[in-house]
């Protein structure tokens, strides 16, 4: 049998000497046949001799690569001449037991390692834990390519690797022919011939590199990969790493993961600085997960001499902390000290790089190292690329820093670069001046006028955002009348998009209605109840509260709402949540405190004052006061209930959500007997007059005295009577409510008194309620704790009898 066997062989490399690439054939296999049985005369197979032993050559008997990636290799050459089929297929003899099997002698501990690792192919089911650990990946603006900054210096490329980059590629032949060398010669393949042979396999076109990928000796000699990996130098291990990344393979392949934990080992030995950078930079290429390998970079990085590296290392290791969306705190000062020590020699696309890495590690910076950051981005921002514009703005969103000179360059190249920016550009630009508070209508108008031509491609993603951030600045609809419905129409495009991220869809709805607008289309689908019991479901985002916002909205604002509503439970539980929050956070703070005491003595008792919320989904407080006709005020509720959640802390105009309850109409003659008042003049022959004495209303006088005493028609009684569902703008016949807020920088736009739009639409909300808002502005208020009782007390009495009928 082993005769025949090896007369089969060498009977199949005479075969190959005669095809297409005989000559690399021929040269590299003298090795094998010694040089024998070469004088056939080139290009002719030579006629089998009497008795001679003729081996039937059958290319597609080894064939073992799929159809559908055979089809997709031929795939686009229609056009072209036809060509013969290539001579070398991957080969296996289908019954050859020898074709994947290492002929070393392994222990079983390896076999198995190396088993499990490889039989996690190309089609192999991704870990959860990897899965869970990639980061998604965003389109950079205008199609920027994000590692452009790589290409600033040349010591760039020790420390990265360029995909666009490759060597002069092989021919399909030759490549086929590397694999079946590897074949034959199997056990005799030391760790420096692993690694040349996966760096020629890797100069393979790319859209023939599935052909190579999924042939048998390439498993062969990645499981000599494997065995060879602690002989393999650190230089080796970088070239065999590189290569497998030119070849495109899998991120969840077995073999990474036993190359990703030799490298682990080899950076807690000290393997140097710059081949820790590669390697972070290759597994990125790769698409490959590896935190437990940056954590031990980092970990390293702190006793590197930062004195022999330069700019190129410092900018690729913030590269590589904001690709694994991590932040070394024990890294960070070290960190910072470089940035500034090298950060006038940062060239434009490199500071972008930086700004980019902090904001995706959410790295913590001091504020003044944020501040020479951003003036070093004004310095450049003329030979800045937009992508590296918008990288800055959003290192100043993540460490909420407005810097001046930054935002009023932002209005004069904004004008100029919006036209060819692209979506996911533009979006960050808004969303940078809504989390900054920073409003600028030149900078909103270029980004309003430039998005009607994209949105319709545009993600979900990218649509709610916009939304959110117009609609948080307060921009006008009818600035760009076209820019809310193609924004809406963007979502409608998007629906299938919701089921996984329905935080995008909520993020819109609460953008429009901070604009008063309410599509019903959309709004029916975020209260239905399968989207809402999505939305409850969530646990890493606080959706609940954006849907509570949501339905309460609508409400309010949309008369006749005939669409689904959120469920009356999932609305108290949020009510009861924000309120817990606000006892120990708002409810709290001096300013609010001061004023809730003062006007308790202003009116003539804490009775007189209620801190609440009155319209929960707002998530803010109120002190509410009532004010009779003649200004003297009416109590609220007893001493008990003035600061528990109870139903009397939360109006019944406050509860929009409940619908369908039965209600009794307010007339003119139940109010006169409730009060003991005559109602209007109406004529009733057969009715007996009323015995009782009937208590006329105090005369007006002063607006600064006390409330009057006699019979009260209770709130609480009115509140029981009136219907929840229809609140009505007065329910006290001449009471006025007043909401008492006191305001803070965070309520307006930045250096405006233009409210943001959660509060712009609170104050829409409470007028349909009937209340008056009265704003002790911070920019009054807060210089007054400092002053005397008496000058605050007489700002809040002007205040109040300000806003008397």
Not at 441 to 453: E, I, N, S, W
Not at 639 to 646: Q, S, T, V
Request: proline share 9%; glycine share 8%.
């Amino acid at each position: 049998m082993s005769a025949r066997a090896l007369c089969r062989r060498v009977a199949a490399l005479r075969l190959l000497a005669s095809t297409p690439g005989r000559e690399v054939w021929r040269s590299r296999c003298q090795r094998w046949d010694g040089g024998h049985g070469e004088e056939e005369e080139e290009g002719r197979v030579p006629a089998p001799r009497p008795g001679e032993y003729l081996v039937q050559y059958n290319p597609a008997a080894y064939e073992t690569v799929p159809r559908a990636a055979a089809a997709a290799a031929s795939c686009g050459a229609e056009d072209e001449e036809p060509a013969p089929p290539p001579l070398a297929p991957p080969f296996r003899q289908q019954g050859n037991p020898y074709s994947v099997r290492s002929s070393r002698s392994l222990s079983s501990s390896q076999n198995t390692l190396l088993d499990l690792a490889l039989s996690r192919g190309e089609g192999g089911k991704k870990p959860a834990s990897a899965a869970a650990a990639t980061p998604p990946r965003e389109d950079p603006p205008g199609g920027f390519e994000p590692r452009a900054f790589q290409k600033c210096r040349p010591e760039y490329a020790a420390v990265s690797h360029d995909p666009a980059h490759r060597p002069t590629p092989i021919s399909a032949d030759e490549a086929f022919l590397l694999l079946n060398k590897v074949s034959v010669l199997r056990g005799s393949l030391g760790p420096q011939d692993v690694v040349g042979f996966l760096g020629e396999l890797a100069r393979l076109p790319p859209e023939q590199l599935p052909l190579v990928r999924g042939h048998s000796c390439f498993s062969m000699l990645l499981r000599y990969a494997v065995e060879s990996l602690r002989l393999l130098s650190d230089a080796q291990l970088l070239e065999a790493l590189r290569a497998l990344a030119s070849l495109g393979l899998h991120p969840a392949h077995g073999v990474l993961g036993l190359l990703e934990a030799e490298f682990g080992r080899r950076a807690t030995e000290g393997m140097e600085p710059r081949r820790l950078l590669l390697a972070a930079d290759l597994w990125r290429c790769l698409g490959r997960p590896v935190p437990q390998f940056l954590e031990q970079l980092y970990g390293s990085a702190a006793g590197w001499r930062w004195s022999d590296m330069g700019p190129a290392e410092l900018v690729q290791l913030v590269y590589v902390m904001g690709e694994g969306r991590r932040s070394p705190a024990d890294l960070l000062p070290t960190l910072e000290l470089q940035l500034l020590r090298h950060l006038d020699r940062l060239t434009a696309e490199e500071l972008g790089a930086v700004c980019l890495g902090l904001f995706k590690s959410q790295s913590s910076l001091s504020p003044g190292a944020v501040v020479r950051l951003a003036n070093r981005a004004c310095a450049l921002l003329p030979e800045m690329s937009d992508y590296g514009l918008v990288n800055a703005l959003k290192l100043l969103r993540f460490s909420y820093l407005d810097h001046r000179g930054l935002l009023r360059a932002l209005a004069t190249e904004m004008p100029r670069r919006a036209p060819r920016m692209g979506v996911p550009g533009l979006m960050h630009v808004a969303l940078a001046c809504s989390a900054l508070h920073h409003r600028d209508d030149g900078v909103l108008q270029a980004v309003a006028d430039r998005l009607p031509a994209l949105v319709p491609p545009c993600r979900s993603k990218d649509a709610a955002k916009l939304l959110w951030a117009f609609g948080t600045v307060g921009f006008p609809p009818s600035r760009a009348p076209r820019l809310y419905p193609g924004l809406a129409e963007a979502l409608r495009q998007r629906e299938a998009e919701f089921r996984r991220f329905p935080e995008h869809l909520l993020t819109g709805l609460l953008g429009l209605a901070f604009a008063g607008i309410f599509p019903t289309d959309l709004l029916a689908q975020a209260l239905s109840p399968d989207f809402a019991a999505l939305a409850a479901a969530s646990r890493h985002l606080e959706l609940k509260k954006d849907l509570f916002t949501v339905d309460a909205s609508v409400g309010l604002e949309v008369p006749g709402w005939a669409g689904p509503r959120v469920d009356r439970a999932l609305a108290e539980e949020v009510t009861a949540q924000l309120w817990s929050f606000a006892l120990q956070d708002v409810c709290v703070k001096p300013e609010v405190l001061e004023a809730e005491r003062l006007l308790g003595e202003l009116l003539g008792g804490a009775a007189y004052v209620r801190k609440h919320m009155i319209l929960p989904h707002t998530r803010s407080i109120d002190l509410e006061v009532r004010l009779d006709p003649a200004g003297g005020p009416v109590p609220l509720c007893s001493e008990g209930d003035l600061h528990g959640p109870g139903p009397e802390s939360v109006s019944p105009a406050a509860r929009a959500w409940e619908r369908g309850l039965v209600g009794v109409t307010i007339t003119e003659d139940l109010l006169a007997q409730l009060t003991n008042i005559k109602g209007p003049v109406v004529s009733h022959p057969t009715e007996k007059p009323d015995s009782r004495p009937a208590h006329s209303p105090a005369p007006t006088a002063s607006r600064d005295r006390a409330f009057p005493s006699g019979a009260e028609l209770t709130e609480g009684l009115l509140e029981a009577l009136r219907r929840p569902g229809a609140p009505s703008p007065c329910p006290t016949r001449g009471v006025q409510r007043l909401a008492v807020q006191v305001s803070n920088r965070n309520h307006f736009c930045y250096r405006s008194r233009q409210l943001l739009g959660l509060h712009a639409m609170k104050r829409r909300q409470l007028a349909l309620l009937g209340y008056s808002v009265v704003e002790l502005h911070y920019w009054e208020w807060f210089p007054l704790l400092k002053r005397s009782r008496a000058e605050r007390l007489a700002y809040l009495r002007s205040k109040i009898l300000g806003h008397l009928d």
